[in-house]
């Protein structure tokens, strides 16, 4: 993140709104990712571009609006080692089981 503008990469939102939230579309991007109005293809290509290697999954066809695609649904996320990880991570998975 950049510490001066608040702002993360679009990619970065996508992937945790996906998560948080279930769907992604463009404009819960660019509220999350703080981005300046303008940036909407950018982020429009973004979206387009995980669709692509199967992080996220287009809703019923459309472009506007994803949920989590098989890459990120079947990824190794909650057995990872978080011993050597710093305490002072911007992020850390937590499993509930």
Same mark, same amino acid.
């Given at each position: 993140?950049?510490?001066?503008? %608040? ?49 996220? %999954? ?7 609006? &994803? ?10 996320? &909650?057995?990872?080692?978080?011993? %050597? ?13």
């Amino acid at each position: 993140m950049c510490r001066e503008t %608040k702002r993360e990469p679009a990619w970065v939102s996508s992937i945790r709104l996906a998560f948080l939230e279930g769907q992604v579309d463009v404009d819960s991007v660019m509220e999350e990712a703080n981005l300046i109005p303008g940036r909407e293809g950018t982020v429009r290509d973004v979206l387009s571009t995980m669709a692509d290697r199967n992080l996220l %999954k287009p809703v019923d066809g459309t472009e506007n609006r &994803y949920v989590p695609g098989p890459v990120l649904l079947e990824s190794d996320r &909650y057995d990872l080692d978080f011993t %050597k990880a710093s305490d002072g991570g911007a992020h850390r998975w937590r499993s509930t089981g």
